[in-house]
């Protein structure tokens, strides 16, 4: 069975930073590119970001809006995504999903959701 | 900037069927997006009902069915069920990136 537990929320102020971490575990997580999604409070989703696997040398894309503040990184041996948030705003403010991307061993992309982290930016 | 557009809200009877579209601001919807169609309730996250425009998982109910129509992805409920009712995400590839669209909300009713 699938699983992802997504965690690190919590409160920080404007220009902190936080670094939110993502268990999955029920498939060959070093086959699978892994993405992180947020959803602002009452709105839509957005994706924010992925990384590829350590084959592809781990390569990252970004959305414009979070494109030189976070950084996702990954650690195969621990079955592991993280999303470091720096210079973070208030528009950050948003539930932040991890969730499976694309695989060469299963059908899993963008269709197992983490539980989602609240991350709330204010001072 | 790339815009995924959906209708806001849509309306439908039990037993109902109801079709929600996803439409870019650059053109047609293909099959190289690779639409997906994702089901949230209040509260809790998403869930993937679709993908590759017309797959469903093992979860998906078969009420649900996806396409391509007149451009756009499409949705199809079938039979629509109370606990349908929902808000409904689709999201497109573009440029190497998931673009959600805007997201309709489903009244059962």
């Known amino acids: 069975e699938v699983q992802v537990v997504d965690s690190g929320g919590g409160l920080v102020q404007p220009g902190g930073s936080l670094r939110l971490s993502c268990a999955a575990s029920?498939?060959?997580?070093?086959?699978?590119?892994m993405s992180w999604v947020r959803q602002a409070p009452g709105k839509g989703l957005e994706w924010v970001g992925r990384?590829?696997?350590?084959?592809?040398?781990?390569?990252?894309g970004y959305a414009g809006p979070v494109k030189g503040r976070f950084t996702i990184s990954r650690d195969d041996s621990k079955n592991m995504v993280y999303l470091q948030m720096n210079s973070l705003r208030i528009e950050d403010t948003a539930i932040y999903y991890c969730v499976t991307d694309r695989s060469t061993t299963a059908t899993i992309k963008l269709s197992y959701w983490g539980q989602g982290t609240l991350v709330t930016v204010s001072s | 900037q790339v815009v995924v557009s959906q209708e806001p809200s849509l309306t439908v009877s039990p037993g109902g069927a109801v079709t929600l579209t996803c439409g870019f601001n650059t053109g047609a919807v293909t099959s190289g997006h690779y639409p997906f169609w994702f089901q949230q309730r209040p509260g809790q996250a998403p869930t993937t009902l679709i993908y590759?425009?017309?797959k469903r998982h093992s979860w998906t109910p078969a009420r649900f069915s996806g396409s391509l129509l007149g451009g756009k992805a499409a949705l199809t409920l079938s039979g629509a069920q109370p606990e349908d009712e929902a808000e409904y995400y689709c999201s497109l590839s573009y440029s190497g990136a998931y673009v959600f669209g805007t997201g309709t909300k489903v009244t059962v009713l």
């Open positions: 590759d425009t017309s």
């Open positions: 029920g498939f060959t997580f070093s086959d699978a590119w």
């Open positions: 990384i590829t696997t350590t084959t592809e040398s781990e390569t990252t």
